[in-house]
């Protein structure tokens, strides 16, 4: 029997969100090195390094270190409590969605 109209209409929005949100998550991390990489390549202004810096401290390496950090501290945490990150990935995405399109703005800007 097939499922009501009422119970597929958000799964298929999540599909929808998850497929947005899945290429840039992969592309992210490799993207947020590149204000690293910018650094050390040398004669840039002063706004320019501070853009990478501001660019680098928002990016994938500090939050995932960040995540990492949290979740050593949270294991004494009950489970029920931990599982509620669980559904967080697609806020993950948004987040890693606006990061990349504001550094391919910045880069392509030049400073």
Do not use: C, H, Q
């Not at 690293?36 to 939050?63: D, Q, R, Y």
Request: positive net charge.
């Amino acid at each position: 029997m097939p499922a009501p109209a009422s119970s597929l209409k958000p799964d298929v929005l999540r599909i929808v969100m998850w497929s947005v949100a899945l290429p840039v998550l992969g592309v992210w991390p490799f993207l947020s090195a590149m204000p690293a990489f910018t650094l050390m390549g040398g004669g840039l202004s002063t706004l320019a390094i501070s853009i990478n810096i501001v660019m680098l401290m928002t990016g994938f390496w500090p939050l995932i270190a960040a995540v990492i950090v949290f979740a050593f501290v949270r294991t004494g945490a009950p489970l029920e409590t931990r599982a509620l990150f669980k559904e967080r990935g697609l806020l993950l995405g948004v987040y890693a969605g606006v990061w990349t399109a504001l550094y391919v703005i910045i880069a392509f800007a030049n400073p």
